[in-house]
């Protein structure tokens, strides 16, 4: 009993490593301002928002992709600040803002653990 509470606690630790290496590998994408890189951790479908669109749901990663690398482009986004991060379960927030030429955007990331690595399930820019 001891030992499998023990490889319990290993497999789980090993878990939350994952987790927070994705988190650091997502912040590094919005710092560099690296759409195809921050792409990489869309899930199959996700619910996207952007300043002055209508929010779109369940849209497929490919689209996803796309959508938010024309949004990078031209609003060349260039950075990224963490203001918060939160994780309650296996969903995961993170909050800050993107800076973009002249202007900077609010954006509100929700993430679910899907056991190997961290999914983007919702992106909402203002």
Same mark, same amino acid.
């Not at 789980?12 to 301002?33: E, H, P, R, T, Y």
């Not at 992709?65 to 060349?76: E, L, M, R």
């Given at each position: 009993m001891?030992?499998?509470?023990i ?15 994705? *988190?650091?590998? %997502? %912040? ?10 921050f792409? !990489?951790? $869309?899930?199959d ?7 002055e669109k209508?929010?779109?749901k369940?849209?497929?990663k490919?689209?996803a ?6 949004? $990078?482009?031209? !609003?060349?986004v260039? #950075?990224?600040e ?16 993107l800076k ?13 653990d899907? #056991?190997?690595?961290?999914? *983007?399930?919702?992106?909402? %820019?203002s």
């Open positions: 001891k030992k499998m509470m490889m319990m606690g290993i497999v789980l630790s090993m878990n939350s490593f994952i987790v927070v290496g994705d *988190i650091d590998k %997502i %912040i590094n994408a919005l710092n560099a301002g690296n759409a195809a890189q792409s !990489n951790y $869309f899930d479908f996700l619910d996207i928002k952007l300043p209508d929010e779109i369940n849209v497929g490919n689209q992709t796309i959508t938010v690398k024309s949004f $990078f482009s031209d !609003n060349s260039s #950075g990224f963490k203001t918060s991060q939160r994780e309650m379960g296996g969903t995961m927030y993170l909050t800050g803002k973009g030429g002249s202007k900077s955007y609010n954006i509100t990331l929700l993430m679910k899907r #056991g190997d690595k961290l999914s *983007i399930i919702s992106i909402r %820019i």
